[in-house]
């Protein structure tokens, strides 16, 4: 199956410094990347999609000055978490689909632990 | 709004019972629902994948069920293991490719031995 990587897997930073997040489609392509976040026992939420070329599209509710994505490979899209408060602790987890053809099922990266002291 | 429904929330059981895992959407014109597993502190592992056209899909000792129509899917656990402790996620994608998935809040599960 699609293999997605993140980097870093656990991250510690003190407040107001910022955070870059990287994920990886290893064995295909992908336009198209999104971002999850998860606060502990809640759901994964939807933050925004990230689109190679092109401007990410932010969910409602999520700051896009504060979480600037890039995609700027077919391979890459990257999370940077801008002075980053205690508030934005969570687990943030990406997503790709492959390429159409493949049921449209959804490879996910192993997350991201950050922790804003 | 499309909104994902895990019910129970937790659930207890010994090993080498079966069990049934309950997930309800609002929103009928799905593309796909997927059952993933977390484990505590870590990413999330697929277990099934239902096209909006199929009833079920099976893997070894997991049976997932669709019935779009009225917005239900079951994920059936045969002879539980310990080792199936774990959070289970179900996920449903909109109604076309490459879109991102919609999450329940998962079914938290503990097997004892």
């Known amino acids: 199956g699609a293999v997605v990587s993140q980097h870093p897997s656990r991250v510690i930073c003190k407040s107001g410094t910022s955070v870059k997040i990287e994920c990886r489609s290893l064995?295909?392509?992908?336009?198209?990347m999104f971002w999850y976040r998860q606060f502990p026992k809640q759901s994964l939420m939807l933050m925004a999609t990230?689109?190679?070329?092109?401007?990410?599209?932010?969910e409602q509710g999520v700051e896009k000055d504060k979480f600037l994505i890039n995609h700027a490979s077919l391979t890459l899209s990257t999370l940077t978490v801008t002075s980053a408060h205690p508030e934005d602790s969570s687990f943030y987890i990406c997503?790709?689909?492959?390429?159409?053809?493949?049921?449209?099922?959804?490879?996910f990266g192993p997350g991201t632990r950050l922790t804003v002291l | 709004k499309q909104e994902v429904t895990q019910i129970p929330a937790a659930l207890s059981v010994p090993e080498g019972e079966n069990l049934v895992l309950n997930c309800s959407f609002t929103?009928?014109?799905?593309?796909?629902l997927q059952w993933f597993r977390q484990d505590p502190g870590k990413g999330l592992t697929s277990l099934l994948l239902?096209?909006?056209?199929?009833r079920e899909q099976t893997s070894g000792r997991l049976n997932a069920s669709l019935d779009k129509s009225s917005g239900r899917s079951t994920l059936y656990i045969a002879a539980s293991q310990p080792g199936d402790s774990a959070t289970y996620l179900c996920?449903?994608?909109?109604?076309?490719?490459?879109?991102?998935?919609?999450f329940g809040k998962g079914t938290t599960l503990s097997v004892s031995s």
């Open positions: 996920a449903v994608a909109a109604n076309q490719a490459g879109t991102a998935l919609i």
């Open positions: 239902i096209q909006s056209s199929q």
């Open positions: 997503s790709a689909p492959p390429a159409a053809g493949r049921y449209n099922e959804q490879f």
């Open positions: 929103d009928s014109a799905i593309y796909n």
């Open positions: 064995d295909f392509q992908a336009t198209t």
């Open positions: 990230s689109n190679e070329g092109s401007k990410a599209t932010y």
